[in-house]
């Protein structure tokens, strides 16, 4: 059973910069890629940035693109988020999840097909 730990939210102020990091626990191996989501209040969850563990293919939603980058250390079983430039409207719930591979069909940052969620990190960014 595969468990998901995020950890690096925080607070920052506009055009700052934060890390957050998504431990999995259990074997993730060949069988999953992984995405970050976010979700503010009164918004529906949104799609950020994925990954394809072992393959490194790297998909971002146009909001994050160019500002946001995805990345993967296999050794640590750890994804990562490295946010930049950060605006207000990135201010949300950032939660990791891993979604079996065959259901790529679905679209890579879509949350249908969501197998296991991690429990969130809150990001905040101040104007």
């Known amino acids: 059973q595969v468990q998901l730990a995020e950890s690096g939210g925080g607070s920052v102020q506009t055009g700052g910069s934060l890390k957050l990091s998504c431990v999995a626990s259990?074997?993730?191996?060949?069988?999953?890629?992984m995405v970050w989501f976010r979700q503010a209040p009164g918004k529906k969850r949104e799609g950020v940035a994925s990954i394809t563990p072992g393959v490194g293919d790297e998909y971002y939603s146009d909001s994050v693109k160019g500002r946001f980058t995805i990345s993967q250390d296999n050794a640590k079983n750890t994804l990562y988020l490295q946010m930049n430039s950060l605006k207000p409207e990135d201010t949300a719930m950032y939660y990791c999840?891993?979604?079996?591979?065959?259901?790529w069909g679905y679209g890579r940052l879509s949350p249908s097909g969501v197998d296991v969620w991690g429990q969130g990190t809150q990001v905040t960014v101040s104007s």
């Open positions: 999840a891993a979604v079996l591979r065959f259901k």
């Open positions: 259990g074997d993730i191996g060949g069988a999953y890629y």
